[in-house]
């Protein structure tokens, strides 16, 4: 149980483009889903929280207009990085948690690769 | 601000042996600490989750221990396998917040 899935897996694409992940628990509500982004031998650094039905909360350093959360249901939250940059490219790796419970669960990461 | 740090920050050890890895935190004002295990390329596994409450846990070959006085947990890894080579990252819950500060891991290889 408790399974978290990210799609797609790996994605390419053009500088200036737009690219939207999705994170997806497969067995649980999530009432909360956290994004993080992971660059080379780094650790991971969380980007923003969202609750479902409500706005994200960016950690300070993230623009807010550049990547896009959305937590429309339970089971889904979405992330588009707008007008995507080289320095864009990184691990973005999503975790979901139910309500009341202290663990997240991770999702598999999705790699993007902006040329 | 929470800062986490992991000692060493690569291992290379022989299969067979034991193993302790490090981790430390700065305020000990934690709600829990848990460590993950990650392979190259995918996402985190949720090894072992300790309450501030708690000492140790344990889970097959595998113990977690935690000071939080002193801003310090273990992880110890008994008769280490090839297939425990990986990067090992702690994270730490800080009391009142609901957000996880990681460490930049361990990496990990088992040699056979």
């Known amino acids: 149980g408790a399974v978290v899935s990210q799609h797609p897996s790996r994605v390419i694409c053009k500088s200036g483009t737009s690219v939207k992940i999705e994170c997806r628990s497969l067995?649980?509500?999530?009432?909360?889903m956290f994004w993080y982004r992971q660059f080379p031998k780094q650790s991971l650094m969380l980007m923003a929280t969202?609750?479902?039905?409500?706005?994200?909360?960016?950690e300070q350093g993230v623009e807010k207009d550049k990547f896009l959360i959305n937590h429309a249901s339970l089971t889904l939250s979405t992330l588009t990085v707008t007008s995507a940059h080289p320095e864009d490219s990184s691990f973005y790796i999503c975790s979901a948690r139910m309500e009341g419970a202290d663990t997240q669960y991770f999702g598999p990461g999705t790699r993007l690769t902006v040329l | 601000k929470q800062e986490v740090t992991q000692i060493p920050a690569a291992l290379s050890v022989p299969e067979g042996e034991n193993l302790v890895l490090n981790c430390s935190f700065t305020d000990s004002a934690i709600y829990n600490l848990q460590w993950f295990r990650q392979d190259p390329g995918k996402g985190l596994t949720s090894l072992l989750l300790i309450q501030s409450s708690q000492r140790e846990q344990t889970s097959g070959r595998l113990n977690a221990s935690l000071d939080k006085s002193s801003g310090r947990s273990t992880l110890y890894i008994a008769a280490s396998q090839p297939g425990d080579s990986a990067t090992y990252l702690c994270a730490v819950r800080q009391e009142g917040y609901s957000t996880l500060t990681f460490g930049k891991g361990t990496m990990l290889l088992v040699s056979p």
């Open positions: 067995d649980f509500q999530a009432t909360t």
């Open positions: 969202s609750n479902e039905g409500s706005k994200a909360t960016y």
